[in-house]
Every structure is written in structure tokens, then in C-alpha cells.
């Protein structure tokens, strides 16, 4: 009997984590390297959800506690077209998904590990 880990959608379950993975590690890079609205300033991103057909991905966040989220919330809104025009440049896709942040958790302004 055949596993069902082995059947044709693992490969594609696969390519999807990996897509993800990458997206994430790279608007990991462009928060810490190149966005500069203080707002997102100490705000981590936790996962991303990327929807079946690609076209949508969930940005799930954590912020720095004290933090206003409304405050990080509208910075993300200020940042999507900015971030999503890096990762783009930076990550191969055949379609850019649009980009959707999904507030996680507050975090120690003093951790400094990524997620």
C-alpha cells in the first residue's frame, strides 16, 4: 500500500513549505535591513500562511510589548507595497502574493532571537 506522504501532492506540499520559508527569511532580511518607519522597529515576524493558489500570504507578528499595535498595524499597511516589492526582487516566484499581517503576540523587548 502506498504511503500517502509519497503521493503527488507531497511534492507540492513540499515546494509550498519551502515558499514559505523563503518568504518569510526574506522579509525577515528587509524588516531588520531596510525598512526604517520606527513603528516596526523590534516587531518580529513569527510565520507565514501562504494560501493555497499563492496568491494571498499571512505575515504573522509579534510586537515588542508597550508597543501600540494599532501603531504597527498601520506601519504595515504604510510598508506592504514597499515589502512586497522587495520580495519580489528578492525571491523567485511565478506570482507575488499579496501581502496580509496577522498580529500574533507581544514579545520581550529584550529577546533577541527571530521566531
Same mark, same amino acid.
Given at each position: 500500500?502506498?504511503n500517502?506522504k509519497d503521493g503527488?501532492g ?8 519551502? /515558499?514559505?520559508?523563503?518568504?518569510? !527569511?526574506?522579509?525577515r532580511?528587509?524588516?531588520? &535591513? &531596510?525598512? #526604517? &518607519?520606527?513603528?516596526?522597529?523590534? /516587531?518580529?515576524? #513569527? $510565520?507565514i500562511?501562504?494560501?493555497p493558489?499563492?496568491? /494571498?500570504?499571512?505575515?504573522h +507578528?509579534a510586537v515588542?510589548? $508597550?508597543r501600540?499595535r #494599532? =501603531?504597527v &498595524?498601520? $506601519?504595515? #499597511?504604510?510598508? =506592504?507595497g514597499?515589502?512586497? *516589492?522587495? %520580495?519580489? !526582487? *528578492?525571491?523567485? %516566484?511565478?506570482r507575488t502574493?499579496? %501581502?496580509?499581517?496577522? +498580529? !500574533?503576540?507581544?514579545?520581550?523587548? =529584550?529577546?533577541?532571537?527571530e *521566531?
Amino acid at each position: 500500500m502506498r504511503n500517502v506522504k509519497d503521493g503527488p501532492g507531497a511534492a507540492g506540499a513540499h515546494r509550498h513549505q519551502r /515558499v514559505e520559508a523563503s518568504i518569510l !527569511e526574506e522579509l525577515r532580511s528587509v524588516l531588520r &535591513d &531596510d525598512v #526604517t &518607519d520606527p513603528e516596526l522597529e523590534g /516587531v518580529r515576524l #513569527t $510565520a507565514i500562511v501562504l494560501s493555497p493558489d499563492s496568491k /494571498v500570504a499571512r505575515v504573522h +507578528y509579534a510586537v515588542p510589548r $508597550a508597543r501600540p499595535r #494599532t =501603531a504597527v &498595524d498601520r $506601519a504595515f #499597511t504604510r510598508a =506592504a507595497g514597499f515589502l512586497r *516589492g522587495r %520580495l519580489a !526582487e *528578492g525571491v523567485e %516566484l511565478k506570482r507575488t502574493p499579496d %501581502l496580509r499581517f496577522v +498580529y !500574533e503576540a507581544e514579545i520581550d523587548p =529584550a529577546s533577541s532571537d527571530e *521566531g
